[in-house]
């Protein structure tokens, strides 16, 4: 009886180690085959913006300045810039595009200065000097040949983004027409947060 009793309480014990250990490895299992034999990645995001998979590093050139004379060459490094490419009359979106930009900026308080603001537009866009009294810091570039390797480089640069460029000159985000600056803001505070860089 002793013999019968000490066999069935290991063999409870096994089976109780047994099923421990497969409530420990069974999820793992599952989630090593779903990833690795299905492609399946976890959907939760928190960047509002679209990911640029793999980044793009963007040339070093001397822009065209709408005003005259030229950028320095390294003027898409050192600091995080948000790009707006126009072509053509800048209109409502457009006119809204800079407005938005230039709030986040402002909205950045004291990192503001670790950003800057472009546009890259066709020298009958807009009228200059009421686009600088109303963006004064915005770096306002003609798109002219000199900045078309920088344009041929920027994914569907006639559809109403806004580029977002890291310190290094690398393209690695942009937001669609229908981006909230909302977003954007809180994008660019994680970014200069976790950013030892710009």
């Given amino acids: 009886m002793n013999v019968e009793t000490d066999r069935a309480g290991r063999s409870r014990q096994r089976r109780l180690l047994i099923g421990v250990a497969l409530m420990f490895f069974a999820p793992l299992g599952v989630s090593f085959l779903l990833y690795y034999g299905h492609g399946w990645h976890p959907g939760g995001h928190v960047n509002k913006g679209e990911l640029v998979q793999p980044v793009r590093p963007?040339?070093?050139?001397?822009?065209?300045?709408?005003?005259?004379?030229?950028?320095?060459?390294?003027?898409l490094r050192?600091?995080?810039?948000?790009?707006?490419?126009?072509?053509?009359?800048?209109?409502?979106?457009?006119?809204?595009?800079?407005?938005?930009?230039r709030q986040v900026r402002t909205a950045l308080d004291r990192e503001m200065n670790r950003v800057q603001r472009m546009l890259i537009a066709d020298a009958?866009?807009?009228?200059?000097?009421?686009?600088?009294?109303?963006?004064?810091?915005?770096?306002?570039?003609?798109?002219?040949?000199?900045?078309?390797?920088?344009l041929a480089l920027l994914p569907a640069v006639n559809t109403d983004r806004i580029y977002l460029i890291d310190p290094l000159g690398n393209l690695m985000m942009y937001y669609e027409a229908d981006s909230k600056p909302k977003g954007m803001l809180q994008d660019m505070k994680r970014l200069l947060q976790l950013s030892q860089i710009g």
């Fill in 58 to 75: 963007l040339p070093a050139a001397a822009l065209p300045l709408a005003g005259g004379g030229d950028t320095d060459a390294q003027v």
């Fill in 78 to 101: 050192r600091k995080w810039t948000m790009l707006y490419v126009q072509r053509g009359p800048c209109d409502e979106n457009c006119l809204r595009h800079l407005y938005d930009t």
């Fill in 124 to 150: 009958d866009c807009c009228d200059m000097h009421q686009l600088r009294e109303l963006h004064p810091d915005l770096i306002i570039v003609r798109a002219t040949p000199p900045a078309e390797p920088l």
